[in-house]
C-alpha cells in the first residue's frame, strides 16, 4: 500500500488527493450510519441490507470494470514453483490487507454500534461483519482471477462503452425508482420486501444476520453466506490451479491496437458481423440520425395528447412504447446500407444465422440503456409502479418482434438507400412500392404480435393491476417466439437468396 505512493511527482500528489477524499468520505459515512443507533430497528436493518448488499456487489464488478493490475496474481509466483493450494491460502489472507476492505471494515464496524444500540447481540454482529467482509474479499479476488484467465492488455474505448451500458441499464431505473418513493417518516413498503429478498441472496445474507426479524431467518441468513464464502473459496483455489498451470499466448498491445470492436467481440463469424455492423452504427451518419430521430420523435407524439386534454399520467406512457416499436424495426433494411460491403459477407460463405445475429447486436446496444431510461421514467410520472411489468411486457413484445421480422425484411425486401457519404435525407428514387410494404408489414406485425401485452397492459390501467403481470408474460414469450422464428426464416433466406443480394447491392 504504500508502494502506491511512490513514482514521480504526479502520481505521488493524485495517489495522495485521492486517498484524501477517500479518507473523508469513510469519516462522512461513518457519522450518518452510527446515526443509525437513533432511528427504529426496521429503519436500520433496510438500509444496512441494501447498503451492504450494494458495497459486496461492488466488489465484484469493480475489477473487471476499473481493469485494475492485481498487485497478487497468482502467476507473478509462478517462477518460485509454488503449491498452489498454500499460495491461494497465502493470497486470500493477504488480500484482506487492502484500502478497500479497511474502509467496509470501519463501515462495518460503525454499523455493528447501530445495531447493538437496537438490540442486537454482540455474536452477532460480530458473525455478520467476518461474513460480510471474507465474501467481499473472496468476491473480489474471483473476479480479478477470471480476469486474469481473459488476457486484456489494455482499456479500450469501446469496452468502456460497454461497461457504461450496463450501469445505465441497471443503476438509472434503481436511481428513479428510489427517487420516486415518498417515505413520510417510515421505510416504504418496496424497500421492506428488496430488503427480504436481498437477505436471502449470496450479496445481502450476511449483512441482514444481526437485525433478522426472527431466529429461524438469522439461521436462514448465516446458512446462505456460509454456502456463498464456501463456494467462492472452491471457484478460488481452483483458479488460482487453473492461472499456474496454464500459459496463455501472449498477446500484445501491438496485435490488438487499432483493431476496436473486432479486438473485443469473439472471434466468430457472428462476432466478426456484430463488429462490423457496430463500426458503422456508431460512424454512418445515416445510422445516427435515425437512431436520434427516434427518442425525439417518441416524446413529441406525447405532446398532442397532453394539448387534447389526456391526462399526463396516461400520455407520459405513450413514448416508450413507440421508442421500442421503431428501434425494433430500425434493421429492416439493414442489407441495404452495406453497399458493396454486403460481398464480403456472401463471399466468404458467412452462415445466414450469424449475419442475422451479428447485424442485431448494435441496435441491442442501443436501445437498452434507451429503454432502461424511458421505461422508469415513464412509470416513475405515471405514479403506480405496479404497471412496470405491463410496460415492460409492452415494449419487449414490441421491440424483439420487430428485430424478428426485421431479420426476414431485410433479406426478402430490400430497398435502395442513400449511398456512403450521402445526406441521411437524401433519398434515391424507386420504381416500386417494395420498400414500404416492408416497413409497413414489419411495423404492424410487431403491434400484432404485441397485441395481447397490450390488451392486458390496458387492463392494467384502467381495472386490475394484477394484469400487469400478464402483459410481461404475453409480451415476453410473444416478443421471444417471434425473434426466434424471424432469425430462423431470416438465416435461410439469407443462405438462399446470395445471388439475388449480391446483384441487389452491385445495382443500388
Known amino acids: 500500500m504504500l508502494g502506491a505512493l511512490r513514482g514521480d511527482r504526479e502520481h505521488v500528489v493524485r495517489r495522495a488527493v485521492g486517498l484524501f477524499v477517500l479518507i473523508a468520505a469513510t469519516v462522512f459515512a461513518s457519522i450518518n450510519l452510527a446515526a443509525l443507533a437513533d432511528s427504529d430497528r426496521l429503519t436500520t436493518a433496510v438500509v444496512t441490507v441494501l447498503a451492504g448488499s450494494a458495497v459486496t456487489l461492488g466488489f465484484a464488478l469493480a475489477p473487471p470494470i476499473t481493469a485494475s493490475i492485481d498487485p497478487l496474481d497468482p502467476r507473478r509466483f509462478a517462477v518460485v514453483g509454488p503449491e498452489p493450494r498454500p499460495l491461494a491460502a497465502a493470497l486470500l489472507l493477504a488480500g484482506l490487507l487492502s484500502v478497500p476492505v479497511l474502509v467496509v471494515l470501519v463501515l462495518a464496524i460503525t454499523l455493528a454500534v447501530a445495531w447493538v444500540a437496537q438490540g442486537a447481540a454482540v455474536f452477532a454482529s460480530v458473525v455478520s461483519i467476518v ?200 434493421p429492416h433494411n439493414d442489407l441495404a446500407y452495406d453497399s458493396t460491403a454486403l460481398w464480403m459477407h456472401i463471399a466468404s460463405g458467412v452462415r445466414g444465422v450469424s449475419d442475422r445475429l451479428g447485424r442485431l447486436v448494435p441496435v441491442v446496444l442501443i436501445a437498452l440503456p434507451l429503454l432502461a431510461i424511458a421505461v422508469p421514467l415513464a412509470v416513475a410520472v405515471h405514479g403506480r409502479w405496479s404497471f412496470a411489468p405491463a410496460l415492460v411486457g409492452v415494449c419487449a413484445a414490441l421491440f424483439l418482434s420487430g428485430l424478428g421480422l426485421s431479420s426476414i425484411a431485410s433479406v426478402v425486401a430490400p430497398y435502395a438507400v442513400s449511398r456512403p457519404g450521402d445526406s441521411p435525407f437524401q433519398q434515391p428514387q ?26 392486458f397492459a390496458w387492463q392494467a390501467i384502467t381495472s386490475d393491476a394484477a394484469d400487469a403481470f400478464l402483459a410481461l408474460w404475453m409480451g415476453l414469450g410473444a416478443g421471444a417466439l417471434v425473434f426466434l422464428v424471424g432469425v430462423a426464416v431470416g438465416a435461410v433466406e439469407f443462405e438462399r437468396r446470395g445471388t439475388r443480394l449480391m446483384e441487389f447491392a452491385e445495382a443500388t
Open 131 to 330: 461474513l460480510g467482509v471474507v465474501t467481499c474479499v473472496l468476491l473480489a479476488r474471483v473476479s480479478m482471477a477470471l480476469g486474469a484467465l481473459v488476457r486484456r492488455p489494455r482499456q479500450s474505448r469501446e469496452l468502456i462503452g460497454v461497461y457504461l451500458i450496463a450501469v445505465l441499464v441497471v443503476v438509472v431505473p434503481v436511481g428513479i425508482f428510489l427517487g420516486s418513493l415518498e417515505w413520510r417518516g417510515v421505510v416504504p413498503t418496496q424497500l421492506v420486501g428488496a430488503a427480504e429478498v436481498l437477505a436471502w441472496t449470496p450479496v445481502g445474507a450476511a449483512w441482514s444476520i444481526a437485525l433478522a426479524p426472527s431466529a429461524g431467518a438469522a439461521a436462514g441468513s448465516v446458512v446462505v453466506a456460509l454456502v456463498t464464502v464456501g463456494l467462492l473459496a472452491l471457484a478460488w483455489f481452483g483458479l488460482v490451479k487453473r492461472l499456474l498451470t496454464t500459459t496463455p499466448r501472449p498477446v500484445t498491445v501491438r496485435e490488438r491496437a487499432g483493431l476496436g470492436w473486432f479486438a473485443i467481440l469473439p472471434g466468430s463469424p457472428g462476432g466478426a458481423v456484430a463488429a462490423r455492423s457496430l463500426s458503422y452504427w456508431l460512424r454512418d451518419r445515416r445510422y445516427i440520425v435515425n437512431v436520434l430521430v427516434v427518442p425525439i420523435a417518441a416524446v413529441f407524439c406525447m405532446l398532442p395528447l397532453i394539448v387534447a386534454g389526456v391526462p399526463i399520467e396516461l400520455a407520459v406512457l405513450l413514448p416508450a412504447p413507440i421508442i421500442a416499436l421503431f428501434l425494433g424495426w430500425l
Open 430 to 455: 424507386r420504381t416500386g412500392s417494395g420498400g414500404v410494404m416492408a416497413q409497413g408489414l414489419v411495423m404492424a406485425g410487431s403491434v400484432v404480435a404485441a397485441a395481447p401485452a397490450l390488451w
